[in-house]
């Protein structure tokens, strides 16, 4: 039984330990100064209840962060032997509770002709986010998805 909810700094190591093993496959995570920057974001977000984990027993195994001031989701993240099985669609639903439903509500993600877009976009788009501006972050290129306000 998956759990969804929010992290505590009981969870902070097994968190890191999860986007250790996935850096590879998100831009600004390349070098250990960008994990060290990574970890001061998640204790903040931590502390503002805006870090939200799957746990299977203590294993975080799904992790995502959002900013309510930006009303964005700023990163997500799944175990690969844990994925295909709703993790992420429930943290989303989570943070959907947490954000502002009369602002647009913004993620960052790769480019259609980017290999590694495949799957986020399809899940973005399933959502109901749509595709938005071009842009480039961490020196990537990626792509603005925007869930429009209701």
Known sequence: MIDIQYATELDFSSWMELVRLLKDKFPGLETEDS???YEKTLLKNIKRRSAICAKDQNCVVGVLLFS???N???YMAVHPNYRRQGIATKMITEMLTKLDKNRD???STFREDDEKGTAPRAFYKKF???E???IEEFGYPNQRFILRAE
């Open 35 to 37: 994990i060290l920057e």
């Open 68 to 70: 309510t001031k930006n």
């Open 72 to 74: 964005m989701l700023c």
């Open 105 to 107: 509500i913004i993620v």
């Open 128 to 130: 109901g986010f749509m």
């Open 132 to 134: 938005d501006e071009l």
